[in-house]
């Protein structure tokens, strides 16, 4: 496992991070010895860094990486604030920042945590410079050693980075998504800001594991959240109409090679863009884990590659996409 340096974090983590969104809540059930075995071949296949969110199972996903983070040396932790409460700028405030900072410190066990990210607040609050100003206050307090976001839309990033303290920004950015890789990924290097890519899989599509015939749980949001009944469309099959990401899946499948899946083809793809810090696709296994790292083995895609998954977006892709993220 190779590391990256995190953006003015300075930490070096691995350039295959876990997300833990799936054994907190949202994804179908993962009982709690499945989801901690899970978490451990993360760690043991090198996984240093571990993104989580205070709402993520309310609290279930932070208390288990919590665990995992006493068991094991030199992990890294970025957790979230900010959905607990109905999104206005308004409920943006020091006193419920505080009031979060608390309740996740105590879940993770952490005294001063390591990176703490806006999770997707309104557009609106990027033009609050106050927002910022407090969190610069909320690390001299010593409740977190940095900062940064996780948005939606490109635009929100780059308003984000123009304030100087923003440490990393979390978006979406995979084959199916690949606007990020334009002005933003430039800017972000340029600042020194770190990227953290999450929904690297579309949900699972780019897993190449689905078909027209595929079902949900219930209480996935890939069943309850197609239609962006209850967050951002974006965050389910990165926006992408199921069956529109089905067929583009059978034009990528055979550019992969060797024993790679397609999951893994993926993830390389996304790690050959130079200003990504860390990768955190999701896992609701341990197998599902350990061969989300191991493509952090796979060999670089050449330009022939890296060129054919352009086109696909842009053929197939794009038009549903491209001008709202």
Known sequence: ?????????????????????????????????????????????????????????????????????????????ATKMGRRLEQTVENYSPEHFREWNDRSRENLGMETLDLVQLHCPPTDLYFHPEVFEDL?????EGRIAAYGVSV????????????????SVQIIFNPFRQRPAGLFFAEAARRGVGVIVRVPLASGLLSGK????????????????????????????AGVPFEVGLDAVEELRPLVGGDA????????WILMHDAVSTVIPGARSPEQASANAAAADLPALDAATMERVRAVYGERIAPYVHQRW
């Not at 070096?12 to 009982?31: H, P, R």
């Not at 079902?215 to 949001?221: E, N, S």
């Not at 899946?261 to 390389?268: C, I, P």
């Open 1 to 77: 496992m190779q590391t990256r340096t995190l953006g003015r974090t300075g930490h070096q983590i691995s350039e295959i991070g876990f997300g833990a969104w799936q054994v907190g809540a949202d994804w179908g059930d993962v009982d709690e010895d499945t989801a901690i075995k899970t978490l451990h071949a993360a760690a043991d296949a090198g996984v240093t860094f571990f993104d989580t969110a205070d709402v993520y199972g309310d609290g279930r996903s932070e208390r288990l990486v919590g665990r995992l983070r006493r068991e094991r040396d030199g992990i890294v932790v």
């Open 136 to 140: 610069d206050r909320m690390v001299e």
């Open 152 to 167: 939606e839309r490109v635009e929100e990033a780059l308003k984000a980075i123009e304030y100087p303290n923003v440490a």
């Open 210 to 237: 689905y078909t027209r015939e595929t079902t949900f749980a219930a209480d996935d949001h890939r069943t309850f959240n197609r239609q962006g009944e209850a967050f951002d469309v974006g965050e389910t099959f």
């Open 261 to 268: 899946t397609l999951a893994q083809f993926a993830l390389r």
